[in-house]
């Protein structure tokens, strides 16, 4: 083991929660829920298949046109 290294991360797993979602994409749950990520829902409950959020995510960045992330304007922040 190097220095600084821990046990590894245990695997995800390929069905998330909408908790477990938001956590691979580091986002909140309710970001997650405004991205229209594919998603099945099971009664109230709302599961991610953990290829289908990988499979948006390549899409979104194929989507990008080269340079657009520099071009666009940032919002100001609430109370400035």
Known sequence: MGIGAGPP????????????????????????????IPSVRLGRLRRYLRQDILDWLRQKALDVEPGELFERERKP???K
């Open 9 to 36: 991360a245990p695997p995800v797993p390929e069905v998330l929660t909408s908790a477990e979602a938001a956590k691979l994409l580091r986002v909140s749950r309710r970001t997650l829920e405004r991205l229209n």
């Open 77 to 79: 922040k609430r109370g």
